[in-house]
C-alpha cells in the first residue's frame, strides 16, 4: 500500500509539471493569431467534446464520477458555511429559523450523497488495481503441468485486460490534449479580438480540459508504474512456470524411456524363455514373475523420480497398514498366499486341482494365477457327474483359500496319473474269485501304460519325498455288502482322462461278467419264490433236522460245496489275495 501512494504523488508531480510544461509552450506557439479559423475551431472543439461526453471509456466515467463527488464536497462546504452563519445570529426570526431547516435538509441530502458516491469516486482505485497473484503453483509432477499452464494463460489474460485499460487510458487523453489545445487557441483569440463573453467561455473550457488532463495523466503515470511491477513479477512467475514445465516434460519423456526400455528387455526375456524353455507352465510362471518385477520396477521408479518426502510417505504407509491389515485382511492374505503359490510351487498353470468349500466341490484346469485370485475351467469330471451335473464354468478361487480350504492337485510335481476305482457287485453265489482276476485282468489292459509312466515319474520323486514300498499295480479287492460281493478295481489313469478310461473299463467288466456262467452281477430285483428253496431254485430244498447233543461238527477242513456252475477254486496264498492276483480258470 505504501508502495502505491508514493508512485500516486510521484506521478501526480510529474503530470502537473507535463502539463504546465504543455501549457506554456501552447501559449508561446499561439502568440500570433493570423490565419486562425475560429468557426472551423469551434466545431472541432465541439465534436471532441461530444465524442468525449458520448463515448463508453470507463476513465471518463470515472472522472465524471469524482468530478460530481468533489463538486458535492463543495456544495457540503458552502451549505455548512452558511448554516454556521445563519445559526451564528442572536435574534433568529421565523426566517432564519427557516431558511436554517432548510439548510440542515439540504445538508443531509447532500452528506447522504457524499457517502454514496464515497466508494467509489475518489480516485480511480477501480480501474487503477491490479489483480494479485496468488497461490502460484509449483509444477512437481506431470500432472500439475495443466494446471502450470492454466495459470500462465491467466496471468497473461490479466496483462492484456490491463493493456487493454492503458490503450483506452491513451485514447481519451489524446482527446483530453486536443480539447484543451483548441480551447486555450479559442481563449487567446477572443481575448486578441476583444470578445469577452467568447474568451470567458474558452477561458472554462480550457480550464475544464486542463483539470481533466491532469487527472487523467496522474492516473497515467500510477498505472504505468504500477504496471511496470506487476509485469515484472508476472515476467518472472511465467518463466518460472515455464522452466519447471518443460523440466517436467523432459523428466517425463526419460521415465518413459525408462519403462519402455524395462518393458522390451522383458518382452526379450519372454521370447527368449520360450524358446529355450520347453515347459509350458515354467515359462508361464516366469511370464509371471517378470511381469510382476517390470511393475514393481516402474513403481520404484515413479516414486523416486516424483516423491519429495520419502519419509513422509513411510509414515504414512506405517499409519494405513495397521488399518488396512485389519479392514483388506482378506486382499492381504490372497497376496500372501500368491507368494505361497507361485513360490512354493504348489500348483501351476495347466494343474488339474480339486476345490472344496462349503459342500461345494469343483473341480477343473487352472487357467490363470494371479495376484488375487486363481482361474480354473470347469471340466467334464466324475465330480461333474456324480454330484454337480454341470459343467464348463469359469471357477474364481481366492488365493487365500491356500491357508483355509482343501487344495487337491492331481498333477503335482509332474504326476499326470492318478488312481481311479470302479465298483461293480456280484451275487454270493459267483465265483467272486474268477471276477476278481477278470477285473484286474482288465484294468492291468487299458492302464498299463500309465502304470508305466508313473513308476517312472515316482522314482524321480524319492530325492524329493519318503516314497517307500509303493505298489503301483493294478488291483482289485472284494468286500462283502449286504446285498452281494462288492468288487472294487483300481487302476492308474491320466488325470485329463479319467472319465474316459473309466467308461470304456465299466463296460468291458460288464460285458466280462455276462459272458462268465458262474458271476452274476447283482442289483436291486424282486423275486417270487412259490415252494422251497434257496431262492433260485437250483438246490432241493431240505428240511433243517436238530442236531444231537453227542453229533459231531462238521470238518473245518472239508472244502465247502459250491452251487451249480461254480467250479471250485483254490485259495491262493494272502498276498495275492491282497494284491487281487488270481488266475482265471
Not at 517390470?294 to 519419509?311: H, M, P, Q, R, T
Not at 487352472?366 to 480354473?376: A, K, Q
Request: proline share 3%; glycine share 4%; aromatic share 8%.
Amino acid at each position: 500500500m505504501r508502495r502505491v501512494v508514493v508512485s500516486v504523488l510521484c506521478a501526480m508531480c510529474v503530470a502537473w509539471a507535463s502539463v504546465g510544461a504543455d501549457m506554456g509552450a501552447n501559449a508561446n506557439t499561439n502568440t500570433n493569431n493570423e490565419g486562425i479559423d475560429a468557426p472551423s475551431l469551434e466545431s472541432k472543439l465541439a465534436k471532441i467534446t461530444q465524442d468525449i461526453a458520448q463515448s463508453n471509456n470507463a476513465w471518463y466515467k470515472q472522472y465524471t464520477n469524482i468530478k460530481a463527488y468533489e463538486s458535492l464536497l463543495q456544495e457540503i462546504s458552502r451549505t455548512q458555511s452558511e448554516l454556521e452563519r445563519l445559526e451564528s445570529i442572536e435574534d433568529k426570526s421565523s426566517r432564519v429559523a427557516s431558511q436554517i431547516l432548510q439548510y440542515k435538509n439540504t445538508l443531509q441530502t447532500l452528506q447522504r450523497q457524499r457517502d454514496i458516491l464515497e466508494s467509489y469516486a475518489k480516485n480511480y482505485s477501480q480501474l487503477l488495481e491490479l489483480p494479485e497473484i496468488q497461490d502460484v503453483p509449483h509444477v512437481s509432477n506431470p500432472i500439475l503441468i495443466i494446471s502450470g499452464y492454466s495459470f500462465i494463460k491467466s496471468l497473461q489474460e490479466n496483462q492484456h485486460t490491463i493493456e487493454s485499460n492503458a490503450k483506452s487510458l491513451e485514447e481519451i487523453l489524446d482527446k483530453a490534449k486536443q480539447r484543451y489545445e483548441i480551447a486555450q487557441i479559442l481563449n487567446d483569440y477572443y481575448i486578441d479580438e476583444n470578445i469577452a463573453k467568447k474568451a470567458k467561455e474558452y477561458q472554462i473550457e480550457s480550464i475544464e480540459a486542463f483539470q481533466m488532463l491532469q487527472s487523467l495523466e496522474s492516473a497515467k503515470e500510477i498505472l504505468k508504474t504500477s504496471y511496470g511491477i506487476y509485469a515484472k513479477e508476472t515476467e518472472s512467475i511465467i518463466a518460472t512456470l515455464e522452466s519447471e514445465i518443460k523440466e517436467q516434460i523432459i523428466k517425463m519423456i526419460s521415465i518413459l524411456v525408462a519403462i519402455g526400455a524395462i518393458f522390451l528387455i522383458g518382452l526379450f526375456i519372454k521370447i527368449a524363455l520360450r524358446k529355450y524353455i520347453l515347459d509350458s507352465n515354467r515359462v508361464y510362471t516366469a511370464n509371471k514373475i517378470i511381469n510382476i518385477f517390470n511393475l514393481s520396477l516402474v513403481v520404484i521408479i515413479l516414486l523416486f523420480s516424483y516423491l519429495e518426502n520419502v519419509s513422509y510417505l513411510v509414515a504414512i504407509l506405517g499409519f494405513a497398514s495397521a488399518g488396512l491389515a485389519i479392514a483388506m485382511k482378506d486382499l492381504f492374505m490372497s497376496v500372501l498366499g500368491w507368494f505361497v503359490i507361485v513360490l512354493g510351487g504348489s500348483i501351476h498353470v495347466g494343474d488339474r486341482v480339486r476345490v472344496v468349500k462349503d459342500g461345494a466341490v469343483y473341480v477343473g484346469d487352472v487357467l490363470d494365477i494371479s495376484v488375487l485370485r486363481m482361474t480354473i475351467y470347469e471340466d467334464i469330471t466324475l465330480t461333474s457327474y456324480m454330484e454337480n451335473r454341470r459343467a464348463g464354468r469359469i471357477i474364481f478361487i481366492p488365493n487365500n483359500y491356500i491357508f483355509t480350504t482343501l487344495l487337491a492337485n492331481y498333477t503335482h510335481a509332474g504326476l499326470k496319473t492318478v488312481w481311479d476305482g470302479i465298483d461293480i457287485s456280484i451275487t454270493f453265489d459267483s465265483n467272486y474269485k474268477k471276477a476278481l482276476g477278470i477285473a484286474t485282468e482288465i484294468g492291468k489292459k487299458y492302464s498299463k501304460g500309465y502304470t508305466e509312466v508313473t513308476r517312472k515319474r515316482m522314482e524321480r520323486l524319492k530325492d524329493r519325498f519318503s516314497l517307500r514300498n509303493i505298489n503301483l499295480e493294478t488291483r482289485a479287492f472284494c468286500m462283502l455288502e449286504p446285498n452281494g460281493i462288492r468288487i472294487s478295481l483300481w487302476y492308474h489313469v491320466n488325470s485329463y482322462a479319467i472319465m474316459t478310461l473309466r467308461s470304456t473299463i465299466s463296460g468291458e467288466l460288464i460285458e466280462a461278467f455276462l459272458r462268465e456262467e458262474d458271476i452274476h452281477i447283482a442289483y436291486p430285483t424282486t423275486k417270487v419264490v412259490p415252494t422251497g428253496g434257496d431262492g433260485r431254485g437250483n438246490k432241493p430244498f431240505i428240511e433243517p433236522q436238530p442236531i444231537a447233543p453227542n453229533a459231531s461238527m462238521p470238518n473245518p477242513s472239508t472244502p465247502p460245496t459250491r452251487p451249480k456252475g461254480a467250479p471250485d477254486i483254490p485259495f491262493v496264498d494272502n498276498k495275492d489275495l491282497d494284491h487281487g492276483n488270481f488266475p482265471i480258470s
